[in-house]
């Protein structure tokens, strides 16, 4: 029950906002997003937990609606540093970390 | 702190052969995970641990196994390798929410 991403592929100018968002089939207790540059490993960005609890970096914001069991990740006057393949990844319950990933969303950012 | 390394880069196997992937992590963190990630595709779970000596399967364990005998050391084992098993590799540690992903090792099986 891999959570599907959408959209698959955006391009931004910088200065631009983009919503990448996350769906899952299944009810969730967490939902986690990473950013991955080509030829690298992914990179932390959000946790979003069950009951409102946000942890990660200051500069990203997200959302997380538990009933309709989706993610939403909001990158706001893009920057170039933003490029690369956004990832989200899903717990059905408190299981140490046992993410299942979504396929995907490629951004680039253009100057 | 080197976070988590991994070895090696990059191998190329002939079918039928086995190898083992190295990951070592000095955080002193409980849960590590493996990842396969194929060319264009995302993350999937092959085997996770809690702590030294508990691991448990992910979505895609067949082909591989794994021990935990030690807070730092996650090897991953590739037995009778099969191209299906051509992908790149990445090891993960974490304490409690946030994984440290390794540099990651990409597998070529001919």
């Known amino acids: 029950q891999q959570p599907v991403q959408s959209p698959q592929a955006v391009i931004l100018r910088e200065g631009e906002d983009a919503v990448i968002n996350c769906s899952s089939s299944k009810a969730l207790y967490s939902v986690h997003w990473y950013r991955q540059k080509h030829g690298e490993a992914p990179v932390f960005l959000m946790i979003l937990l069950k009951g409102g609890e946000q942890k990660g970096h200051e500069k990203i914001s997200a959302s997380f609606n538990e009933k309709k069991q989706q993610s939403s990740l909001y990158l706001t006057a893009s920057q170039l540093s933003y490029s690369g393949t956004y990832f989200c990844g899903t717990e059905g319950g408190n299981q140490g970390g046992k993410l299942i990933f979504g396929q995907g969303t490629e951004l680039s950012v253009k100057p | 702190n080197a976070g988590v390394t991994q070895t090696p880069k990059f191998r190329i196997l002939k079918i039928g052969q086995s190898m083992t992937l190295q990951c070592t992590q000095d955080?002193?963190?409980?849960?590590m995970y493996w990842y396969r990630q194929d060319p264009g595709m995302g993350l999937k779970l092959i085997y996770y641990s809690v702590g030294a000596g508990i691991t448990d399967k992910g979505e895609v364990p067949n082909g591989y196994n794994v021990s935990r005998s030690t807070t730092e050391d996650f090897p991953l084992r590739l037995e009778l390798a099969a191209p299906s098993q051509t992908s790149v590799y990445f090891c993960?540690?974490?304490?409690?929410?946030?994984?440290?992903f390794g540099p990651g090792t990409r597998l070529t099986v001919t």
């Open positions: 993960a540690s974490s304490r409690q929410y946030e994984q440290y």
């Open positions: 955080m002193n963190h409980n849960y």
